[in-house]
């Protein structure tokens, strides 16, 4: 019996983190396909090469979903620091940081043992084949490949969102899901850095490479951290994160002196002789607020009412628009995905179409950056192959 001829129990769509690790996380004969050469090309290069693979804390309050409530079944099934006891028995070294984050001290040592685990759990895997497309046939799933077509009781769909096409992102999660008449909710490049609009780009793109720390508010929202400025606009975690909260054409508020009594500040120097490049350090550092403030910084005594609410405005409240993101090549995550309200949170099935599943980032769920979008991946493919492994 060949590969084209046999009735695979699963077959798994994406060999990255959550396909590699659904495959291993149960024993029937499963065939997983990936479009790429290797399985595993994103993650390898996850957190600057040594993959933070989680948090030591997660909880649905870090994920952004159309639904709050529907992580948290699977979040519960596999916790925080249910991968790290694996890593530990797999004798990998890995690190936590203050922060929380746990690192990995190699993003592909931790593919090569994700590997591993699914060839030894009766996992074929297949690169460099791509999915044409998915259909159901009575009881069994119809696979279309450039390798010809597959057959499986069962289809897990990991094939991840549109974040960093060079990786081979494609979208192929949202176009399997569309085809089989499931609703996806709107895309958008998530934890991301922005651009900004034509006026503020040579103030950043003079300070390129500089950061401080800010606090930034979108809407209702608000987050603190470092921001850096770039030759198009800002990044940064502080950034990042805010993104995950905006929406195109929405205004965005940055106080980049988020630990300084602004009033007792002016108080203190109302009479002093310097600029406010000269007495703004060690708070923020002279160039950043020489740029920013252009022709307002001027000696703090020769400020006159109006110019200090000007100068207020523009360190304490610098708003705008942006111009947009870095878009898919940048973002870290795509977020929106196949609407969860069609699929049941304790098994990931879909609940209408017996045997499909989908898993991680194809889902509308999107963690904030720290580790919990990877966390989000093995939780997921946790509790699909839990299920699978019944069958």
């Not at 001290?105 to 009766?122: K, V």
């Not at 791509?130 to 046939?137: D, M």
């Not at 909710?185 to 922005?194: E, F, H, N």
Request: hydrophobic content about 40%; proline content about 6%.
């Amino acid at each position: 019996m060949t590969e084209h001829t046999k009735i695979w129990h699963t077959l798994i769509i994406g060999g990255g983190a959550g396909g590699l690790f659904c495959a291993g996380s149960f024993s029937a004969p499963k065939l997983l396909l990936e479009h790429n050469r290797r399985p595993g090309e994103k993650l390898s290069i996850t957190g600057g090469g040594k993959c933070n693979f989680g948090h030591r804390s997660v909880s649905a309050g870090d994920y952004l979903c159309s639904h709050k409530h529907f992580c948290k079944n699977a979040l519960a099934a596999f916790g925080p620091q249910a991968f790290a006891r694996l890593l530990r028995q797999a004798q990998i070294p890995f690190d936590e940081l203050p922060s929380g984050q746990l690192f990995a001290r190699s993003a592909p040592e931790i593919t090569r043992f994700l590997t591993r685990r699914a060839r030894q759990q009766n996992t074929t895997l297949l690169c460099q084949t791509q999915v044409l497309g998915l259909t159901r046939e009575k009881d069994l799933f119809c696979v279309r490949t450039s390798r010809g077509n597959f057959y499986a009781r069962q289809v897990v769909v990991a094939a991840g969102g549109l974040s960093y096409p060079a990786l081979g992102a494609t979208g192929l999660s949202f176009q399997l899901a569309h085809a089989l008449g499931l609703a996806v909710t709107p895309l958008r490049p998530a934890l991301v850095g922005w651009s900004v609009p034509q006026p503020l780009r040579a103030v950043c793109k003079a300070l390129a490479g500089n950061s401080c720390p800010v606090q930034i508010s979108v809407g209702t929202h608000s987050e603190k951290g470092q921001l850096l400025f770039t030759h198009g606009g800002i990044s940064g975690p502080a950034v990042l994160q805010s993104s995950l909260f905006w929406s195109e054409g929405e205004k965005v508020r940055i106080n980049f002196l988020p630990q300084l009594p602004w009033a007792a500040f002016l108080a203190q120097h109302k009479n002093a002789p310097a600029p406010f490049s000269k007495l703004l350090p060690p708070h923020l550092s002279g160039k950043i607020t020489k740029l920013l403030l252009g022709p307002l910084d001027v000696r703090a005594a020769d400020a006159s009412k109006e110019l200090l609410r000007r100068v207020e405005q523009t360190l304490c409240a610098w708003s705008f628009v942006p111009a947009g993101t870095a878009g898919y090549t940048r973002a870290e995550v795509t977020a929106g995905g196949v609407d969860v309200t069609q699929i049941n949170p304790h098994t990931l099935e879909c609940k209408n179409i017996p045997g499909l599943f989908f898993i991680g980032e194809a889902l509308d769920v999107t963690g904030r950056v720290g580790g919990y979008n990877l966390h989000w991946a093995w939780a997921s493919a946790f509790c699909a192959a839990q299920e699978l492994a019944k069958r």
